[in-house]
């Protein structure tokens, strides 16, 4: 999928970023999503300028990702499964005790930079199990070691 900005003055650019939507918000100019195709390919007009901002996360979106925009009460440790548990990335387990949960890992691994200094692998797989009784899930993923404070 590409997005096309179509300024009033009649440049075309393209690309996904707050300036994009900010600009589209104010009248600016007006954005296109374009769907390759092997025969065609199709044009949309994108006139839902909130949920293109949610589904970037320009705008923050709890309900896509699970994660209010506040503190985490997080707990962490070493994964069971770790067998370089020396190593520059390693595999951990995540809590979450503020009721939150994780449906995004973008936007989890952002916020703990920000709130926390660490550095969550976005590029390799994660997972959740929940507990017996439902309440508490459990996520592993991938995060820089030295991150972790």
């Known amino acids: 999928m590409c997005y096309i900005e179509v300024h009033k003055d009649g440049r075309v650019t393209h690309g996904v970023d707050a300036g994009t939507y900010e600009r589209a918000l104010a009248g600016e100019s007006r954005l296109f999503a374009a769907w390759p195709g092997n025969w065609r390919s199709d044009l949309f007009v994108i006139d839902d300028l909130d949920q293109y901002a949610r ?70 797989g994660w997972g959740s199990s929940g507990s017996a009784d439902g309440k508490l899930r459990k996520y592993s993923m991938r995060a820089r070691r030295n991150s972790l404070k």
């Open 55 to 124: 589904a970037f996360g320009i705008v923050h979106d709890e309900e896509r990702t699970g994660l209010a925009d506040h503190e985490h009460r997080v707990r962490w440790a070493t994964s069971s499964y770790e067998d370089k548990p020396s190593g520059a990335w390693i595999s951990i387990d995540v809590w979450l005790d503020c009721g939150c949960e994780i449906r995004d890992l973008d936007t989890f691994a952002a916020q703990m930079r920000k709130q926390r200094g660490w550095h969550i692998a976005t590029s390799s």
